[in-house]
């Protein structure tokens, strides 16, 4: 499948066959995949949270309006960021570089995150969006079908998933195998409306 194609072919679906089951394989693949995405300074905020146990699903449909894919899609998958990934061992980041690259970048993370909250969570969030972005197309090339969500109840997911203290969820993307084909696009807004060039 062409990126263009699974761009096209990707759709929001609600309804997922609750039987079916990824494999280990498919799930190492698609995660593999997703930490290709782009990050700012190369800092890698996501921490992709794959919730396979039963209990914490239901626990986690139960605040998260009730939405059934939740618990029913193959994988559930919680990307939540870091925010102070750019403050651990930063030096990691850029190990592969030219000696003269790292003398530059490391230092410059540190300026640029440090006493910035507003600055390290909006990056967690585009960070976070775009390996979503991946996810969701990766997943569709693979034969699977996705959901993005924010319907849910941030602090008590963060509290099911015990996520440490510098860490806050962004988003779900729910994968698996769609019981429906997906409704037609409810209303697409014209390339003249959304696009700007240069200024508006």
Same mark, same amino acid.
């Given at each position: ?8 072919? *990707? ?21 593999? %995949?997703?930490? /290709? ?13 794959? $919730?396979?146990?039963? $209990?914490? *699903? ?16 193959? /994988?559930?998958?919680? /990307? ?33 995150? *440090?006493?910035?909250?507003? $600055? ?14 991946? %996810? ?11 959901? +993005? ?10 509290? /099911? ?7 806050? +969820? ?18 697409? %807004?014209?390339?003249?409306?959304? $696009? ?5």
């Amino acid at each position: 499948m062409q990126v263009s194609e699974a761009i096209i072919a *990707r759709r929001s679906v609600k309804s997922f066959d609750p039987h079916h089951r990824m494999t280990d394989e498919e799930i190492h693949k698609l995660m593999s %995949l997703a930490i /290709l995405s782009p990050t700012a300074f190369n800092i890698q905020n996501w921490r992709f949270v794959v $919730v396979t146990e039963p $209990v914490l *699903r239901q626990q986690i449909r139960a605040v998260s309006w009730n939405q059934a894919q939740v618990e029913e899609a193959s /994988l559930l998958v919680v /990307l939540t960021a870091d925010l102070n990934a750019w403050a651990k061992q930063p030096e990691r980041y850029w190990r592969n570089a030219p000696q003269a690259v790292q003398d530059y970048l490391v230092p410059a993370i540190g300026n640029y995150y *440090r006493d910035n909250a507003q $600055v390290q969570r909006d990056e967690g969030m585009r960070s976070c969006g775009m390996a979503a972005t991946t %996810l969701m197309l990766a997943a569709k090339e693979m034969g699977y079908d996705t959901c +993005p969500m924010d319907g849910f109840d941030f602090d008590a997911v963060g509290k /099911l998933l015990k996520l440490p203290e510098d860490h806050t +969820p962004v988003m779900f993307v729910v994968i698996g195998k769609a019981l429906e084909p997906a409704r037609a696009r409810a209303g697409q %807004l014209p390339l003249d409306e959304v $696009v700007i060039y240069n200024t508006f």
